[in-house]
């Protein structure tokens, strides 16, 4: 078992930054691959980013390209997730994921633990 807690969500105004941390427990945790997704109201969860389990390979949605890192400390068990310029539709509740395996992935169903989620609201 993986146990996962964000925290660093918050009001932010558009163009402004926030940085989302990921703790993770339980499981070694270096031995897998890390994502986030996140949820807008009445929308499905999407994909955003992901990261495999050494840092060597990321993955990131093209709506959040070039705004947004992912980073991950092995020796501290934490995934970040930098978000610059932030714009009203990147307003989501933002889930850390993490797989059984070791490579980033975009799919939704190859995640197997999920943290409570912390909210981001971009205002205009």
């Known amino acids: 078992q993986v146990q996962l807690v964000e925290s660093g969500g918050g009001l932010v105004q558009a163009g402004g930054s926030l940085r989302l941390s990921c703790a993770a427990s339980g499981r070694s945790f270096s031995g897998n691959a890390m994502g986030w997704f996140r949820q807008a109201p009445g929308k499905e969860r999407e994909f955003v980013t992901a990261?495999?389990?050494?840092?060597?390979?990321?993955l990131y949605a093209d709506s959040v390209k070039g705004r947004f890192t992912i980073s991950r400390d092995n020796a501290k068990n934490m995934v970040y997730l930098q978000m610059n310029n932030l714009k009203p539709e990147d307003t989501a509740v933002y889930y850390c994921?993490?797989?059984?395996?070791?490579?980033?992935?975009?799919?939704?169903?190859?995640?197997?633990?999920w943290g409570q989620g912390a909210q981001v609201t971009v205002s205009s």
């Open positions: 990261i495999s389990w050494n840092g060597g390979s990321t």
């Open positions: 994921a993490a797989q059984r395996g070791i490579w980033a992935s975009r799919g939704i169903d190859t995640y197997n633990y």
